[in-house]
């Protein structure tokens, strides 16, 4: 059941991702994060990118991905960030930090 729920979300990644690149006629698809280092995903990403889409033209995106050990955990990545910003001497009060779940990308 568990590959069969990862292989759901791979597809919808996938689809997504691939769509969005056509639509905008993106050259270069990136992955990162903690998703990034499930090995599934980075090889069904490196094939499904390199795939012909039906057009005349072979659609063809460069795909790239990090090493592993750079696909940590977003969390993680917030927190280094914070830690720059404190070594800076800079701080912003937790309490004024608005939060907006619905903004769009």
């Given amino acids: ?14 689809y ?13 698809i ?6 990034a280092a499930n090995e599934e995903l980075r090889r069904q990403f490196k094939v499904q990118s390199s795939l012909p889409t039906g057009r005349p033209a072979k659609f063809k995106v460069n795909f790239f991905v990090p090493p592993k050990k750079f696909c940590t955990d977003n969390a993680a990545m917030v927190g280094i960030t914070a830690f720059f910003h404190y070594l800076k001497g800079e701080s912003r009060n ?3 930090i608005f939060v907006n779940a619905n903004l769009r990308i």
């Fill in 30 to 35: 990136i992955l990162g994060g903690g998703v």
């Fill in 1 to 14: 059941m568990a590959a069969e729920v990862q292989q759901a979300v791979i597809d919808v990644l996938i």
């Fill in 16 to 28: 997504k991702t691939l769509k969005a690149t056509k639509e905008f006629k993106a050259k270069s």
């Fill in 94 to 96: 937790w309490q004024k």
